[in-house]
């Protein structure tokens, strides 16, 4: 029979050293703190194994179940010396979620379970303290309405608002035992108001209903949008974890908190957290109160008065600060932990690898390393490569003018600029639309994941460091703002007021999640730059990566980006959109419009000089690496005028009536475009078009060879290429035009003619192909496409649903199809090589900034890959994970 429940905590460990893909991530966690001596209220776990059993069994617990739980009870109670449901000294119970990787959008933990109207006395007797008796009490009923019933939580909060005005308080604390008894009876009125039953008085109908609604929750819209954001398969299923409660809540001596082992934000080597002291689990994130510092250094930084931890429980605190060093010493990484102090004894609830931002994570990486506490290659292996992402976008410039509106807590680093929304779902729509939006909420909960995925950044009026808001937008590498407490925000009305200004729905704000700025307009930004540890890491990869990164950039701005991102050239410089420019797209008109070889030849003539400047340009900023130039790719009739001025201007030019013109217009319709007169077609058509281009090339590298002294080597690539014969046909124009060229300028450069592997059909013909072609870039994006048969532009209508029911794993236009594209690619590298076994072999597609797709060509060994300019310090670290894997 399966074993579907584990004990931790007073010395007995049935998880052992903490499986995480069996217990959830929580409860993996709490049996290993367990298993080291760690203080850990005693518990047990129900494993994910059982997630899958609930929905099979239509949501019913089978008798084996129920009698392992009871044993797990029994564990609790004679450690703890309580009976669950006794009236005289009732057990209470925590009832957690815990998935493998922590994901919002479960069920909220539900404290102080097993109370009722009789345990609540023994509860009150026992510790003494009636107030806290019945402050757990109404906690408990709050929760339980709130996250199993799943009622209206407003009314609850609503009632507790008005005990407390009635009184004239401001704080929970304030309420006497006789208040929150009379609070207990309202709640209680609620719950029978709105549920139709009362509340449950049974304490093992509480546990049950409690469980069932954490493996509930795994199937809940907010939990399988956070598990598609975050591609988390829904198969994991999640843990329920049930442990005995200690309190916080119990007076002075008494307190709650969160912390990291070293600064999430900066990485800095500091104990960093809050703590609220005469509070219960999540008070301190909840924003109700403001937390105080952990550390004197902290509070005196931040000029706060309230004590902190280090300074008001010196002795307690400083076996959290022992703690906080066995659990690094252990995990070997920063931890993020809670924990509570109950009467002056300290336990510990939950530890985990904790979020931290792309500078910390480096930092933290780095400095490990360094201390010899991991190596260079766990160094490396650390980071993930996308959340770097975050470091390469621009900063505010320090010369800009801001015109600061206020001021709150640096909550996740960065900057960003757009238009204010004051909800989720409005900051989806409009991203949908184009538009850059900032989140504005009083505080964020786990209902808005979507509306923070979607916009560039995040502002809310309440909350800490380590507030909802705070802690997913560093998850999410969202620049974010918290706490800004002089905010006034009527989401309802759209608009927020501070310091007499009024901001409305659509207005400009930058937010600076560095420095906690908020300020109005856009705000001028500058060019992020590799140094520090960034810089440190990237020489480590360096040392380990074999697959070389390059660029696909088609201007000299983009080439200069890249080469300063570590690019070792630039593997596919588009030349389409050369031809767009307004300067020139009127001679580009007249020579797709040509009826003939002559007329063509005319408007090339025009482009010629242009174009040859376009490739000096490029070929300047990369000198002395290769740079891979493919010939015209795209159908011809999206260059094709539509306006009648348009049509008029060309005419003239060209000398021909606007009806004429019109007609052969028309005549370059295409049913399939993308199927149809493009790529070599066009060459094999028009040669005259590839003829100029291969001529803008030559010249210009010619030129700079001469200037420079480091000649350039361009690899001039033939697109959409389906039989060795195109490419035979396109090789000798292209090699005609050098030759020419060469002997013009007396004079010869290094250069190479290869094709682009983006059909199936050259994929398998690899080794003819290769007696003519000299490297092969794989186009996955039209690999894909043409493999799979779906335009990548109509593909939103149904890949979600495809990757959903996991027909793809992934989106395959994201990360490589392996099975289908890949077998593909491997076909064609295997088969290049036999015939030509120094072929080149790259990728070029947007694939080539994919973590998993570079994970695949080091696979396959080709020899580099190319992404888009931003990306290559992905590229260049993916490509080191990816040959320390291998290893
Ligand atoms: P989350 O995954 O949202 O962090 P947790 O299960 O960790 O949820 O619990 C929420 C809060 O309740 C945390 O502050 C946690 O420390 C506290 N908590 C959970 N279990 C207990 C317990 N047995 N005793 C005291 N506090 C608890
Ligand atoms: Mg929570
Ligand atoms: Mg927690």
Same mark, same amino acid.
């Given at each position: 029979?399966? @074993?579907?429940?584990?004990?931790?905590?007073?010395?007995?460990?049935?998880?052992?050293?903490?499986?995480?893909?069996?217990?959830?991530?929580?409860?993996?966690?709490?049996?290993?703190?367990?298993?080291?001596?760690?203080?850990?209220?005693?518990?047990? /776990?129900?494993?994910? #194994?059982?997630?899958?059993?609930?929905?099979?069994?239509?949501?019913?617990?089978?008798?084996?179940?129920?009698?392992?739980?009871?044993?797990?009870?029994?564990?609790?109670?004679?450690?703890?010396?309580?009976?669950?449901?006794?009236?005289?000294?009732?057990?209470?119970?925590?009832?957690?979620?815990?998935?493998?990787?922590?994901?919002?959008?479960?069920?909220?933990?539900?404290?102080?379970?097993?109370?009722?109207?009789?345990?609540?006395?023994?509860?009150?007797?026992?510790?003494?303290?009636?107030?806290?008796?019945?402050?757990?009490?109404?906690?408990?009923?709050?929760?339980?309405?709130?996250?199993?019933?799943?009622?209206?939580?407003?009314?609850?909060?609503?009632?507790?608002? +008005?005990?407390?005005?009635?009184?004239?308080?401001?704080?929970?604390? =304030?309420?006497?035992?006789?208040?929150?008894?009379?609070?207990?009876?309202?709640?209680?009125?609620?719950?029978?108001?709105?549920?139709?039953?009362?509340?449950?008085?049974?304490?093992?109908?509480?546990?049950?209903?409690?469980?069932?609604?954490?493996?509930?929750?795994?199937?809940?819209?907010?939990?399988?949008?956070?598990?598609?954001?975050? #591609?988390?398969?829904?198969?994991?299923? /999640?843990?329920?974890?049930?442990?005995?409660?200690?309190?916080?809540?119990?007076?002075? $001596?008494?307190?709650?908190?969160?912390?990291?082992?070293?600064?999430?934000?900066?990485?800095?080597?500091?104990?960093?957290?809050?703590?609220?002291?005469?509070?219960?689990?999540?008070?301190?994130?909840?924003? +109700?109160?403001?937390? @105080?510092?952990?550390?004197? /250094?902290?509070?005196?930084?931040?000029?706060?008065?309230?004590?902190?931890?280090?300074?008001?429980?010196?002795?307690?605190?400083?076996?959290?600060?022992?703690?906080?060093?066995?659990?690094?010493?252990?995990?070997?990484?920063?931890?993020?932990?809670?924990?509570?102090?109950?009467?002056?004894?300290?336990?510990?609830?939950? $530890?985990?690898?904790?979020?931290?931002?792309?500078?910390?994570?480096?930092?933290?990486?780095?400095?490990?390393?360094?201390?010899?506490?991991?190596?260079?290659?766990?160094? +490396?292996?650390? +980071?993930?490569?996308?959340?770097?992402?975050?470091?390469?976008?621009?900063?505010?410039?320090?010369?800009?003018?801001?015109?600061?509106?206020?001021?709150?807590?640096?909550?996740?680093?960065?900057?960003?600029?757009?238009?204010?929304?004051?909800?989720?779902?409005?900051? &989806?729509?409009?991203?949908?639309?184009?538009?850059?939006?900032?989140?504005?909420? $009083?505080?964020?909960?786990?209902? #808005?994941?979507?509306?923070?995925?979607?916009?560039?950044?995040?502002?809310?009026?309440?909350?800490?460091?380590?507030?909802?808001?705070?802690?997913?937008?560093?998850?999410?590498?969202?620049?974010?703002?918290?706490?800004?407490? /002089?905010?006034?925000?009527?989401?309802?009305?759209?608009?927020?007021?501070?310091?007499?200004?009024?901001?409305?729905?659509?207005?400009?704000?930058?937010?600076?999640?560095?420095?906690?700025?908020?300020?109005?307009?856009?705000?001028?930004?500058?060019?992020? &730059?590799?140094?520090?540890?960034?810089?440190?890491?990237?020489?480590?990869?360096?040392?380990?990566?074999?697959?070389?990164?390059?660029?696909?950039?088609?201007?000299?701005?983009?080439?200069?980006?890249?080469? &300063?991102?570590?690019?070792?050239?630039?593997?596919?410089?588009?030349?389409?959109?050369?031809?767009?420019?307004?300067?020139?797209?009127?001679?580009?008109?007249?020579?797709?419009?040509?009826?003939?070889?002559?007329?063509?030849?005319?408007?090339?003539?025009?482009?010629?000089?242009? @174009?040859?400047?376009?490739?000096?340009?490029?070929?300047?900023?990369?000198?002395?690496?290769?740079?891979?130039?493919?010939?015209?790719?795209?159908?011809?009739?999206?260059?094709?005028?539509?306006?009648?001025?348009?049509?008029?201007?060309?005419?003239?030019?060209?000398?021909?009536?606007?009806?004429?013109?019109?007609?052969?217009?028309?005549?370059?319709?295409?049913?399939?475009?993308?199927?149809?007169?493009?790529?070599?077609?066009?060459?094999?058509?028009?040669?005259?078009?590839?003829?100029?281009?291969?001529?803008?090339?030559? =010249?210009?590298?010619?030129?700079?060879?001469?200037?420079?002294?480091?000649?350039?080597?361009?690899?001039?690539?033939?697109?959409?290429?389906? $039989?060795?014969?195109?490419?035979?046909?396109?090789?000798?124009?292209?090699?005609?035009?050098?030759?020419?060229?060469?002997?013009?300028?007396?004079?010869?450069?290094?250069?190479?003619?290869?094709?682009?592997? &983006?059909?199936?059909?050259?994929?398998?013909?690899?080794?003819?192909?290769?007696?003519?072609?000299?490297?092969?870039?794989?186009?996955?994006? #039209?690999?894909?496409?043409?493999?799979?048969?779906?335009?990548?532009?109509?593909?939103?209508?149904?890949?979600?649903?495809?990757?959903?029911?996991?027909?793809?794993?992934?989106?395959?236009?994201?990360?490589?199809?392996?099975?289908?594209?890949?077998?593909?690619?491997?076909?064609?590298?295997?088969?290049?090589?036999?015939?030509?076994?120094?072929?080149?072999?790259?990728?070029?597609?947007?694939?080539?900034?994919?973590?998993?797709?570079?994970?695949?060509?080091?696979?396959?060994?080709?020899?580099?890959?190319?992404?888009?300019?931003?990306?290559?310090?992905?590229?260049?670290?993916?490509?080191?994970?990816?040959?320390?894997?291998?290893?």
């Amino acid at each position: 029979m399966t @074993q579907y429940v584990y004990r931790f905590g007073g010395g007995v460990s049935d998880g052992g050293k903490g499986d995480r893909n069996l217990l959830g991530g929580k409860g993996a966690n709490l049996a290993e703190m367990a298993s080291i001596g760690l203080p850990v209220p005693p518990g047990f /776990t129900i494993s994910t #194994d059982f997630c899958a059993v609930y929905y099979d069994e239509g949501g019913q617990f089978p008798q084996a179940l129920r009698d392992e739980v009871a044993t797990g009870l029994a564990h609790i109670e004679s450690v703890t010396g309580k009976t669950f449901g006794n009236p005289a000294d009732p057990l209470l119970v925590s009832v957690r979620s815990g998935a493998r990787a922590s994901m919002p959008g479960m069920m909220d933990t539900v404290l102080n379970l097993g109370l009722n109207d009789e345990t609540v006395e023994g509860l009150a007797n026992t510790s003494e303290d009636a107030r806290f008796a019945w402050d757990s009490y109404r906690r408990f009923i709050q929760m339980y309405a709130d996250v199993v019933l799943e009622l209206d939580h407003g009314a609850f909060e609503e009632a507790l608002e +008005i005990a407390k005005e009635d009184q004239g308080f401001t704080l929970d604390t =304030e309420l006497s035992a006789d208040d929150l008894k009379a609070l207990v009876a309202e709640y209680k009125g609620l719950v029978e108001k709105q549920w139709g039953k009362p509340f449950p008085q049974d304490v093992h109908d509480q546990l049950w209903g409690a469980v069932g609604a954490v493996f509930g929750s795994w199937q809940s819209e907010r939990a399988k949008v956070y598990r598609r954001l975050n #591609d988390i398969p829904g198969g994991w299923g /999640t843990a329920v974890n049930i442990q005995a409660m200690v309190f916080g809540n119990m007076g002075d $001596t008494s307190a709650t908190g969160v912390a990291f082992t070293r600064d999430p934000s900066k990485g800095d080597r500091a104990y960093y957290g809050e703590f609220l002291i005469n509070a219960q689990g999540e008070d301190v994130v909840a924003g +109700i109160r403001t937390p @105080q510092y952990l550390t004197k /250094t902290a509070r005196e930084d931040a000029g706060a008065k309230p004590a902190s931890m280090e300074e008001a429980m010196p002795e307690v605190y400083g076996q959290l600060a022992d703690v906080f060093d066995t659990l690094e010493n252990h995990y070997r990484d920063m931890q993020d932990i809670e924990f509570t102090v109950e009467k002056t004894k300290l336990w510990m609830l939950q $530890t985990r690898s904790g979020k931290r931002t792309a500078k910390a994570a480096l930092k933290i990486a780095v400095d490990m390393a360094n201390e010899g506490l991991i190596t260079r290659e766990e160094a +490396i292996l650390r +980071i993930d490569p996308m959340a770097l992402d975050q470091l390469l976008h621009p900063t505010l410039d320090p010369k800009a003018h801001r015109d600061v509106l206020t001021k709150g807590l640096p909550a996740s680093p960065g900057a960003a600029s757009g238009s204010v929304v004051f909800d989720a779902d409005t900051a &989806e729509k409009k991203a949908a639309d184009g538009v850059a939006v900032i989140l504005v909420r $009083t505080e964020t909960s786990p209902e #808005d994941i979507h509306g923070m995925h979607a916009a560039k950044g995040i502002l809310t009026a309440r909350g800490g460091m380590t507030s909802h808001a705070a802690v997913v937008a560093r998850g999410m590498g969202r620049p974010c703002v918290s706490g800004a407490g /002089t905010l006034s925000i009527d989401a309802k009305a759209k608009i927020m007021r501070c310091g007499g200004r009024e901001v409305k729905e659509g207005d400009l704000l930058t937010i600076d999640g560095t420095t906690g700025e908020v300020m109005i307009g856009a705000v001028a930004t500058v060019q992020p &730059e590799l140094s520090g540890d960034f810089a440190t890491l990237m020489v480590w990869a360096d040392e380990v990566r074999r697959l070389k990164v390059r660029a696909n950039a088609e201007t000299p701005e983009d080439c200069r980006v890249a080469r &300063e991102f570590g690019a070792e050239g630039v593997g596919l410089c588009r030349t389409e959109h050369m031809f767009f420019e307004s300067s020139r797209i009127t001679n580009v008109r007249q020579m797709i419009l040509a009826t003939d070889e002559k007329g063509r030849r005319v408007a090339l003539e025009k482009l010629l000089p242009e @174009q040859r400047k376009d490739f000096t340009e490029i070929l300047e900023v990369m000198a002395g690496l290769p740079v891979t130039i493919r010939l015209l790719d795209p159908p011809l009739h999206e260059f094709l005028p539509h306006e009648e001025a348009e049509f008029a201007e060309v005419a003239t030019a060209a000398g021909i009536d606007v009806d004429t013109l019109k007609r052969r217009a028309a005549e370059l319709h295409e049913f399939n475009p993308m199927l149809g007169h493009r790529g070599c077609r066009l060459g094999v058509t028009y040669p005259e078009i590839y003829e100029m281009q291969a001529r803008a090339i030559f =010249e210009a590298a010619v030129d700079v060879a001469e200037k420079s002294g480091a000649a350039p080597i361009p690899e001039v690539m033939i697109p959409l290429v389906a $039989t060795r014969r195109e490419l035979e046909l396109m090789k000798a124009v292209v090699d005609k035009a050098a030759q020419a060229v060469f002997a013009e300028k007396g004079r010869t450069i290094e250069y190479l003619v290869g094709t682009m592997i &983006e059909l199936p059909r050259a994929a398998l013909r690899a080794g003819d192909i290769a007696e003519v072609g000299e490297f092969f870039s794989f186009g996955t994006n #039209d690999l894909t496409q043409t493999t799979l048969g779906v335009s990548r532009d109509d593909a939103s209508r149904f890949l979600g649903a495809y990757v959903e029911q996991g027909i793809y794993a992934k989106d395959p236009f994201v990360s490589i199809d392996v099975e289908g594209v890949g077998e593909l690619i491997e076909i064609a590298a295997e088969r290049g090589r036999q015939t030509r076994p120094a072929i080149k072999l790259g990728i070029c597609g947007e694939h080539g900034g994919d973590p998993a797709s570079i994970a695949f060509c080091e696979k396959v060994g080709l020899d580099y890959v190319s992404a888009s300019p931003y990306r290559v310090p992905i590229a260049r670290l993916a490509a080191a994970q990816a040959a320390l894997s291998k290893k």
